[in-house]
């Protein structure tokens, strides 16, 4: 068993050692190519002869951040009812080959993604050509979509850490779009009608104002015609304006109840987005603080202080801002009041003092290894070029943050933390258990 076990790490050190060399010989697995169909469809494609799959995905700049006051929900059932396409079972298409859909609603983005063997991809291109097209909503689609909704939300069955980390997001961001972040999803206005889901459909969700990938095991040639194929003839239509920019309010104080038997202390602070040149550095900022047991605030509230029984750090990053997040897991004696101080101390003390230059590169190893392991599959490649066209407005940005990571120093970790840790963008968040009367 001891063999065993050294035969799995010195074949896991190996692999690490392979993905780190090809990252350094530039032979990124995110390399692509960029074409623009003449109706305005962008097409981003990533080739892999050694891959067992292909992966096709539509990705739109639509999600709740371009909403008007009236409109909540509107993204969420806009995207749900063009994913399912009028189908009781619109992915029957997918499974009779072996394939897999998926669908992401977030506030910047909205996704359709299709998994398919190689020699499927046309059956992929159709499936999300279909839902890029005009198709009128009816009153009963909309309202068995509203039920769905309504069972997703009592359901509720995100972990607990997850809904805390949405809690933050709303004290972080107050009067902004990303305060909904994470959220239950919504049932949507009252007012919504089938005219305003099909307006925004005809408009925000059509092949004109999308990029498409595909990574994975396709020749190149042969994919971009099939694209026009599929989507050449597809109209061209003009996108509403991107909504102004509202500035949230000040970062708040927030208390509420949690099923978790241990009270939660969760500390977050608002950061800029995921094409500012920082993004980096942030990421390696939360590594640092708290992406291991052995980093910065496990060592200070488990082992120095005795005051938390588990620690953890993120950063979660948007097209317009981003969320530094930390938190501690509180033993049951300790002062709610020192466990605050003492995290505060513990994560503002970087703005002071630059990260030992070991520790930095320990989690520095961390973020690089989870970012490559995070690249194998051609879904995951998808997913990290989209959203690197719709978050950071490249999909080439994908490719560039493994050459950031890389790149940024202990001394950029302070000069970062100093510019994101002020106080008006700081949130306080306490999770308390429900059979208890409050902190202590």
């Given at each position: 068993?001891?063999?065993?076990?050294?035969?799995?790490?010195?074949?896991?050190?190996?692999?690490?050692?392979?993905?780190?060399?090809?990252?350094?010989?530039?032979?990124?697995?995110?390399?692509?190519?960029?074409?623009?169909?003449?109706?305005?469809?962008?097409?981003?494609?990533?080739?892999?002869?050694?891959?067992?799959?292909?992966?096709?995905?539509?990705?739109?700049?639509?999600?709740?951040?371009?909403?008007?006051?009236?409109?909540?929900?509107?993204?969420?059932?806009?995207?749900?009812?063009?994913?399912?396409?009028?189908?009781?079972?619109?992915?029957?298409?997918?499974?009779?080959?072996?394939?897999?859909?998926?669908?992401?609603?977030?506030?910047?983005?909205?996704?359709?993604?299709?998994?398919?063997?190689?020699?499927?991809?046309?059956?992929?291109?159709?499936?999300?050509?279909?839902?890029?097209?005009?198709?009128?909503?009816?009153?009963?689609?909309?309202?068995?979509?509203?039920?769905?909704?309504?069972?997703?939300?009592?359901?509720?069955?995100?972990?607990?850490?997850?809904?805390?980390?949405?809690?933050?997001?709303?004290?972080?961001?107050?009067?902004?779009?990303?305060?909904?972040?994470?959220?239950?999803?919504?049932?949507?206005?009252?007012?919504?009608?089938?005219?305003?889901?099909?307006?925004?459909?005809?408009?925000?969700?059509?092949a004109s104002n999308a990029t498409l990938t595909i990574t994975g095991a396709f020749d190149a040639d042969s994919a971009l015609a099939?694209?026009?194929?599929?989507?050449?003839?597809?109209?061209?239509?003009?996108?509403?304006?991107?909504?102004?920019?509202?500035?949230?309010?000040?970062?708040?104080?927030?208390?509420?109840?949690?099923?978790?038997?241990?009270?939660?202390?969760?500390?977050?602070?608002?950061?800029?987005?995921?094409?500012?040149?920082?993004?980096?550095?942030?990421?390696?900022?939360?590594?640092?603080?708290?992406?291991?047991?052995?980093?910065?605030?496990?060592?200070?509230?488990?082992?120095?202080?005795?005051?938390?029984?588990?620690?953890?750090?993120?950063?979660?990053?948007?097209?317009?801002?981003?969320?530094?997040?930390?938190?501690?897991?509180?033993?049951?004696?300790?002062?709610?009041?020192?466990?605050?101080?003492?995290?505060?101390?513990a994560v503002t003390g970087v703005t002071r003092q630059a990260p030992d230059a070991m520790e930095f590169e320990r989690a520095r190893?961390?973020?690089?290894?989870?970012?490559?392991?995070?690249?194998?599959?051609?879904?995951?490649?998808?997913?990290?070029?989209?959203?690197?066209?719709?978050?950071?407005?490249?999909?080439?940005?994908?490719?560039?943050?493994?050459?950031?990571?890389?790149?940024?120093?202990?001394?950029?970790?302070?000069?970062?933390?100093?510019?994101?840790?002020?106080?008006?963008?700081?949130a306080t968040l306490w999770l308390l258990p429900e059979n208890t009367g409050g902190a202590r």
């Amino acid at each position: 068993m001891m063999l065993a076990r050294h035969t799995r790490l010195a074949t896991t050190l190996c692999v690490l050692a392979g993905l780190f060399v090809a990252v350094s010989a530039h032979a990124s697995p995110l390399s692509t190519t960029r074409s623009t169909l003449p109706n305005g469809m962008r097409v981003v494609l990533a080739p892999d002869p050694s891959a067992t799959a292909v992966d096709a995905a539509l990705w739109f700049p639509a999600g709740s951040r371009n909403e008007k006051a009236t409109q909540s929900g509107l993204a969420l059932l806009a995207a749900r009812l063009t994913f399912r396409n009028g189908a009781g079972l619109p992915l029957a298409p997918l499974t009779a080959v072996g394939g897999e859909g998926n669908i992401v609603a977030t506030p910047d983005y909205t996704s359709f993604g299709a998994t398919v063997p190689p020699q499927s991809l046309d059956v992929a291109l159709a499936f999300l050509a279909a839902r890029s097209l005009p198709r009128a909503t009816t009153a009963a689609e909309l309202a068995a979509e509203r039920a769905a909704l309504k069972l997703d939300g009592e359901r509720n069955d995100r972990p607990p850490v997850a809904r805390a980390i949405a809690r933050l997001w709303s004290a972080a961001w107050p009067g902004h779009a990303y305060a909904n972040t994470g959220a239950t999803p919504s049932q949507g206005a009252a007012a919504i009608t089938p005219a305003d889901l099909d307006a925004w459909r005809r408009t925000r969700l059509s092949a004109s104002n999308a990029t498409l990938t595909i990574t994975g095991a396709f020749d190149a040639d042969s994919a971009l015609a099939a694209v026009r194929r599929r989507f050449g003839a597809q109209a061209r239509t003009t996108a509403p304006a991107a909504p102004t920019a509202v500035a949230p309010r000040a970062a708040q104080r927030a208390r509420a109840r949690t099923e978790l038997p241990v009270r939660l202390c969760l500390v977050g602070w608002r950061a800029p987005g995921a094409g500012d040149a920082d993004a980096a550095a942030l990421e390696l900022l939360a590594a640092w603080l708290g992406g291991q047991p052995q980093a910065r605030l496990g060592r200070v509230l488990m082992n120095d202080w005795k005051l938390a029984v588990a620690t953890q750090a993120g950063f979660v990053a948007q097209r317009e801002g981003s969320l530094l997040w930390t938190m501690a897991a509180v033993t049951p004696e300790a002062d709610s009041g020192a466990v605050e101080t003492t995290l505060l101390d513990a994560v503002t003390g970087v703005t002071r003092q630059a990260p030992d230059a070991m520790e930095f590169e320990r989690a520095r190893r961390q973020v690089e290894t989870s970012a490559l392991f995070a690249l194998q599959t051609a879904r995951q490649r998808s997913q990290a070029l989209g959203e690197a066209e719709m978050l950071a407005g490249d999909a080439a940005a994908a490719e560039r943050r493994l050459e950031a990571l890389h790149r940024v120093t202990p001394a950029d970790v302070q000069r970062v933390a100093a510019r994101v840790m002020t106080d008006a963008g700081r949130a306080t968040l306490w999770l308390l258990p429900e059979n208890t009367g409050g902190a202590r």
